[in-house]
């Protein structure tokens, strides 16, 4: 099999309050941060695993070391709500360019896991369609992978622009 791992984005932490781990990560001098409270009421067609669940968060971001660190607060009851009550704070997921599209990815997920995506958010209308893949068995982790633009994934040579 060939990796679906083309490019490495993001860390995703899991925390009880955004605020005060950006102060704690500020510490010890990363930053600078951008908070941003996600409310899905916005996004008119937003599911949440297939469903018009509400998701509210509020989520922070910094780009450093040539990634971007990713902070959630979960403020609904959500799959990160019930995430963060069974485990506590901590690292939850990885963000990755993969090398085929969106579909080709989660039905790859599913023949090899047996399993659908621990969480998969969309809307159409905005074209904004991510999922996070279960392999906490197979790697200790989430997989974050995501379709933003409608056409599917990106491609493995993809470069982020400078100065993001």
């Known amino acids: 099999m060939n990796t679906q791992f083309a490019k490495f984005l993001q860390i995703g932490i899991i925390v009880e309050n955004v605020e005060e781990a950006v102060k ?15 409310d899905s009421a916005e996004f008119p ?8 669940d509400r998701l509210q968060t509020v989520m922070a971001f910094c780009n450093i070391w040539g990634f971007e660190l990713e902070l959630i607060q979960p ?4 799959p990160y709500k019930t995430w963060l009550e069974e485990h506590g704070p901590g690292m939850h997921h990885i963000a990755l360019i993969t090398r085929d599209e969106f579909g080709k990815v989660i039905a790859e997920h599913k023949d090899l896991t047996g399993r659908d995506p ?8 905005i074209g ?8 906490h068995k197979e790697l200790g982790l989430y997989l974050e992978v995501y379709n933003e633009e409608k056409k599917g994934g990106l491609d493995a040579d993809f470069k982020l622009p400078e100065n993001e």
């Not at 510490?27 to 941003?36: A, D, F, L, M, Q």
């Not at 904004?128 to 392999?135: H, R, V």
């Open 24 to 38: 704690q990560y500020e510490k010890y001098g990363v930053g600078p941060w951008r908070i941003s409270p996600l």
């Open 45 to 52: 067609d937003f599911t949440m695993n297939g469903k018009k």
């Open 75 to 78: 403020v609904s009851e959500s």
């Open 118 to 125: 621990w969480l998969w958010c969309k809307d159409p209308v």
């Open 128 to 135: 904004m369609e991510f999922a996070y893949l279960d392999l």
